[in-house]
Structure formats: C-alpha cells, structure tokens
C-alpha cells in the first residue's frame, strides 16, 4: 500500500494523517498546543511546540497504524497562513514567538500604510489589515534591534508555519514556500508570483530573510535527519489551509467555491487563470499551481476572523456547554433566536467589513432569553456572516452560485449547515470526510510524485455525503438579514 503522509498545521493544534491510494483518511493523529496572550488582542504561539506536536503526532500515527516509512510516498503540507516566524539559520532556534494571524499587534503600524493602499491592493489582492505577515514581520524586527545586523549579515530566515516545517523537517536544507502561502504574506506580486521589491521596501523586510517561492505541487524537498522519519521522503505538496480546502473540495472549475468551518470561517471561490480584484471588500488570493503549469489559479477569499471559536467562546468562558458539539443540541430547544443577535466580532470583523477595531455585541436580551436563544444566535451568526461574504463573491464575479461545499470541524453540525443553506438560499454540500484541508494537501503531494495523474482523478475520488436543500421563505429571509446588518452597525460604534 502507498500512503501520503499528510501534515496538517492548524491555529489551535495539529492533525497527521495517512491517505492512501484511494484518497481517504486511513489513520490519523491530533494534539493541540498552547495558545500564549501576552496582552489583549494579541496572539502567539511557540515554534518549537508546534514542531513538537508534528513529531509525537507522527510518532503516535506511524506506532498505532503499523504503517511502515517505507510506504509513505510523500509528505503534503497545509498550515494555518499569515502566522509568521523569524528563526536563527546555524541554531535553528526562534527569534521570537510565531504571531499569529488573528494577532492585532499591529494595527497602528497598518494605519501609517494607507498612503500606500491601491498599490498594495493592486500588486497582493489584499487589504491594509495586521491580519497579512508583512507587518508582523516588521515587528518582530522592530521589537528586538540587535536583529538588524544579523538580517544584514543574513544570520536569520522567516516564513510562514509551511516554511518553518519544511525547514525542519529538512534539517535546514530547503527554504521554500509555495506561491498559495507567499501570496498572504503582503510580500508577493500575485501577477508574478515573486517577491516585490517595492512592497519590500514598504514594509521594510530584506529579501534575504524571505525563502524560496516553489508550486504547490512538486518536489520541495526530502526529510534528513529525523528521529522518526527515514531520510529521503520527497515533501511534494504543500498550501495554505484554505486552499489546501479548495482543491480537497474538488473545485478545479471557474465559480466552484468552498466555506471551511474552523476556528474561523473562510470562503473560497475558483476564478481560474483569471486574477478578479474584488470591489466588494474580498481578496484575491493564489489558490495554487502545479508543477509544469506556467499559470497560476486565483480564487476570490473572504475570512470570518470567528466562526468555530465562537462557540468554543461559549464553551470555555460562558460555560454553556462542555462540548462543542452539544451547541447544536443546546440551539435545537428553539425554532429561532426570539430575535436574539449576536455578533462575534472577539478580534474585529474580517471581510467584507475590514474593522480591526470592531467589538462583539449581544442585543435583543429580554427575560424570556435561554441559554438556548444565546446558542441559536451564535449558530445563525457564523451562517450570516459568511453569507455576507459568498454574496459578495457573487457580486464580484458576476455570476450567481449554484451550490457551496463545506468542511471543517463544524460542517458535521446539521443545524447550522441546514440554517447556512437557508440564509445564502443555495445547496450546501458536505463531503464524506469533511478532512478536507489534509486531503488537499495529500492530493497535491500525491500529483507532485504520480501517485495520481491529476485533478480529474481528484475528481472521481470526491464524494458526498449529505446535501442541504434551502426551505426559508424569502421575506423571512430579508427581515433576518435586516436585523442582522443593524447589529453589525452596533458592533462598529
């Protein structure tokens, strides 16, 4: 049997799984790591956890499946995107904590940028926001000054998560991103697919800390010296989490789009070869490239900072459930939020608002409100806002969507899917494994060495599992929506 070994790099832990020849998860493996919050809006991780669960999750993975390092093909990569890591070459060793993309840290430093607002926009697809890597960069080269010297003196390297890991996993031997990753650091022209000299020079980053921008298929480089992993295994996939989504979902055709339920929640729709600068607060963004493939594929992107952490919000300081998945039985006690609103703006409002000083608001309380109203609410919120966004996309491209495929975490609640294909009034379709961020990456690997020929075996080993038809009355429809953009307007006073 040949298996992918898929690594799967998450804001709140990390997932390892094998993927064999006939596209599914056979054995998997998870532990997460702490969340560090040194001051309020910001958000670090430690590197060397990260790594850490990648190897005990490797370990534990290969020891309980009895899969031997032999079968393993290739290693695929996806990763939470804009978090960023600056690190020694020679040690190894992080300079400082990875600042992750929900961190806010940076704002004010955005805000000196909007000089520069349509020349960013044009060259990235991307908006001024502390969301992208670029000024985390700036700022963990600004926190300390003796690493100014040591950039000149090339003594340092940074990446994204992708970056860090291939790194490792190659004891320093590659340096390399893929063009889906680079194009969130605000640092590449999505034209070109390569470092700018001009947003370089904005943002004050040195081209000689930034690495390599290979496809997000093919050959990026070969394990060496690992503890658990044998020397030699080509690491052959790699993308961002979102995208990874994209082509697990199968969306290979132009209008094909995907809503992945995470930590937050995050939209993609396929615009092929052909690069759409949104008018309507999205992004354009690289979704990826294969190897041989002198085109790069664009999609349009919306994220929703909180979608699944919304829930754990409840769960962990609300203390209304003990385990995510009962928010759904919680919200099933009532037919609707009795006009309940809650927006989950914890770290602003991501697309199509962009308003990092945004703050959470629940409103429409009276005294007949249950725990229940506070959950429906909180389910009907993660489905308006990325409804928001899909119609937004709609906008953009100028064609309707016919259907949307989800996956993530939350996908496996029937409620919400039901209430999400309600509100965009479309189809929404939930695959057999809704794994799909790992199976992109495995799918991507598994092209970059033959296991398969290309997206048209993605394609027939795609399957559904469930689809969710739309009931709501139109005017009940509109009335919700109106209610909801009022407590959006609350949220941004």
Request: hydrophobic letters at 40%; charged letters at 20%; glycine letters at 8%.
């Amino acid at each position: 049997m040949s298996y992918i070994l898929s690594i799967d790099q998450g804001t709140t832990g990390t997932t390892v799984s094998l993927v064999n020849s006939q596209g599914k998860i056979a054995f998997d493996s998870a532990q997460d790591f702490e969340q560090i919050y040194p001051q309020p809006g910001w958000v670090e991780h430690n590197p060397d956890s990260i790594w850490k669960t990648v190897e005990a999750c490797t370990k534990d993975l290969l020891s309980r499946s009895g899969v031997q390092p032999s079968e393993i093909k290739a290693i695929g990569i996806t990763n939470q995107r804009e978090t960023v890591i600056v690190w020694d070459r020679k040690t190894h060793k992080p300079v400082y904590n990875a600042i992750v993309w929900q961190c806010r840290r940076t704002t004010d430093f955005c805000k000196k940028l909007q000089k520069y607002k349509k020349k960013i926009s044009a060259k990235t697809g991307l908006v001024i926001d502390p969301y992208f890597s670029a000024s985390k960069i700036r700022w963990i080269l600004d926190n300390d000054k003796s690493l100014k010297s040591r950039v000149k003196n090339a003594e340092l390297a940074c990446g994204t998560i992708d970056t860090f890991l291939i790194w490792k996993l190659t004891s320093g031997s590659s340096h390399v991103t893929d063009v889906s990753n680079a194009s969130r650091t605000q640092l590449m022209n999505i034209k070109t697919g390569k470092w700018d000299a001009e947003l370089l020079k904005i943002f004050g980053v040195d081209k000689n800390l930034l690495p390599e921008i290979k496809p997000s298929s093919g050959v990026l480089g070969h394990t060496q010296g690992l503890s658990f992993l044998p020397d030699g295994i080509p690491i052959a996939g790699v993308a961002g989490d979102q995208q990874a989504a994209l082509f697990g979902q199968a969306c290979f055709d132009v209008g094909e789009a995907k809503c992945t339920f995470g930590t937050g929640s995050f939209m993609l729709m396929n615009t092929g070869s052909k690069m759409v600068l949104s008018k309507s607060g999205l992004l354009t963004t690289v979704a990826w490239q294969l190897a041989g493939d002198k085109n790069l594929t664009y999609a349009l992107e919306g994220s929703v900072f909180i979608c699944g952490a919304a829930v754990q919000w409840l769960r962990d300081n609300m203390m209304f459930i003990r385990q995510s998945p009962e928010v759904e039985e919680l919200a099933k006690e009532v037919t609707d939020s009795a006009g309940v609103e809650f927006v989950p703006a914890l770290t602003g409002l991501g697309a199509p608002y962009w308003n990092p000083e945004a703050r959470g608001v629940i409103c429409g309380l009276t005294r007949g409100t249950t725990r229940a109203h506070i959950a429906r609410a909180t389910l009907e919120s993660m489905a308006l806002q990325n409804t928001d966004v899909l119609l937004a996309m709609q906008k953009d491209l100028k064609k309707n969507l016919k259907k949307l495929k989800v996956d993530g975490g939350a996908a496996a609640n029937n409620l919400l899917m039901q209430i999400q294909s309600d509100y965009l009034n479309v189809e929404t379709i939930r695959p057999s494994s809704v794994e799909t961020t790992s199976l992109g990456a495995a799918y991507l690997a598994g092209i970059g060495v033959g296991l398969w020929k290309g997206v048209q075996d993605i394609r027939r080993i795609w399957n559904i599992d469930r689809v969710f038809k739309p009931q709501m009355n139109p005017q009940k429809r509109k009335e919700r929506f109106a209610r909801w953009h009022k407590a959006i307007e609350r949220a941004q006073i």
